[in-house]
């Protein structure tokens, strides 16, 4: 089944770096679930400069898989990653998610049923595990979110969240190239706009394999920087709906 138009319902964006170990299983995992859904979908996988055997899988997984395109880029870091895949996609929806396993697929079938009364559908990380300072790190910026642009998104980062395509490019518009975390900016001009948001628990899971690419020094100067696009992004567009 087709989107209006003839584009595809749905374009998965799957950030993915050094995940050799578990990428395979993630996608035949979402592959799977889409399916049972009947959704007609793409799987845009961009492998971010990869240091493992992660290209390869996901070479022989595309090779299966026609609706997997696989691409292959000099790493750039997430955000700038999951920005090309929002830009690139062309699907009616839009639906990101990370290659580690951590979010699992067994709770996206509720964000789907209910799109048609939403524009932006979240499923906040319940019973998060991880390290201490990247929970902190997540309630300073949902703060930070509710003060700059209003609203109340409980997870204002969290990589499981499902948005039109066409009101993802008009935010997309407000969105720095180099954005180090553009799904928190995404979630603050949202509420700033006062779209429909729909919020639903997911439990976290832990990370089937690896550990998370940011050390405790590289994850402190990002939140920096992730506060200080936030704050010039809602002074440059304070007043606009």
Known sequence: MEGRG??????????????EAVVGEVL???????????????????????RDGT?????????EEPRLVAVRQANRGHGPTVLRGYR???????????????MPCAGFD?????????????GWRRNRRGPAGRRLVTAVARTAVRRLFGGD??????????IRREVLARLLDDVPASAFAPNVLLSG????????????????????????????LRL???????????????????GRR
């Open 153 to 162: 998104v409980r997870d204002v980062n969290v990589p499981f969240r499902l």
């Open 110 to 122: 509720e964000l789907w049923r209910r799109r048609h009364g939403y524009d932006l559908l979240l």
């Open 55 to 63: 290209w390869e899988v996901l070479e022989r997984t595309a090779d």
């Open 28 to 50: 035949r995992a979402w592959i799977a679930e889409l399916d049972r859904l009947a959704i007609d979908f793409r799987i845009l996988a961009y492998d971010d400069g990869s």
């Open 88 to 102: 690139e996609a062309s699907a009616e929806w839009v639906f990101q998610v990370d290659s580690d396993g951590e």
């Open 220 to 238: 402190a100067r990002g939140a920096a920087r992730s506060f200080a696009e936030l704050a010039a992004v809602a002074l440059r567009t304070r």
């Open 6 to 19: 003839g584009l595809n319902e749905l374009d998965v964006v799957m950030p993915v770096y050094d995940e």
């Open 189 to 216: 001009l949202a509420a700033r706009d006062g779209l429909p948001i729909y919020q639903t628990a997911v439990d976290d899971r832990e990370r089937p394999a690896g550990s998370g690419s940011l050390g405790a």
